[in-house]
């Protein structure tokens, strides 16, 4: 199975933008499809039962944040071949994963239907730049098959797009109708991951037709570090059950992207690997003891 290659990061270097297909194995597929079910019906569900799901019926929005029920979510929120990609990408050794939403859009209800924007304008104070460091990444994973009229995501490769200011952040078809004459849609299968930059113009195509949903799971990253850019700040959900549970089964590299201190970061020390461990009695501390005492216990 495919995950990302150095074909893959060439690509995305050269159009500002990349589709990876197959990213997922059938394992994590089966796995995320369970922990999704605790938040999304299928379309035939909310059809056939729409009172069950009034807000969805009405709006046919769904949206879900990390920490998720479950572990598959949270999992893929911080895969190490994403981390990794991350790394390649932006060309930093420590990263911080900023947003990670799960997004399930119904056909026949809202209009999706967006204009081609940039993503900066909600992700930093300032101007991400495009030379790595400073940069941002930004990814969907698609948890259905996007077809036409599923409302497939439109990019534009940054050739076509060249010369144009990232002010404004959007541009609508009246404002810059030859944007949209470059603007190509992107068809996934399940478990296909596409990875753009700060600097791509992209939309939700919206549906055109009136059966069928389709989900995605919305991530950004960036350096380890650039507190100027962030979507979320995820202290404020430190005591949620489902993120208690998920940072003491998580792996030292799962938790570093979300800012957790790492294993010989001078936060640690006796008292914070004992505060800590009060706090997480069911983590294992043995990395962050064996970096501050040179011992593992």
Known sequence: MARISDDHLMRYRNDGYV???DFMTEEELVAVTSDLSQYFPTWEELANCPEKWPELDRTGDGVAELPFKGASLNDMSTHPALVDITRRMLGEDQVFLTQSICWAKYAGRTDFE???????????LVMPRSDGAFGQLHMILYYSDITEGLAPTTVVPRSAAAGRGAVPWARTKRIDPELYDHELPIYAKTGSLLIFSAHTFHRCSGFSVEEGARVSHHLAWRGIGHEWMSWRGWAQYADHLQMLRWIQRATVEQRSVLGFPPPGHPYWNEESLELVAQR?????LGPY???????YS
Do not use: C, I, K
Request: proline share 4%.
């Open 114 to 124: 967006q204009s081609l924007h940039l993503d900066w304008h909600d992700n930093s």
């Open 19 to 21: 589709l990876v297909e």
């Open 280 to 284: 997480y009695p069911h983590m294992d």
């Open 289 to 295: 003891r064996q970096a501050f005492t040179g011992t």
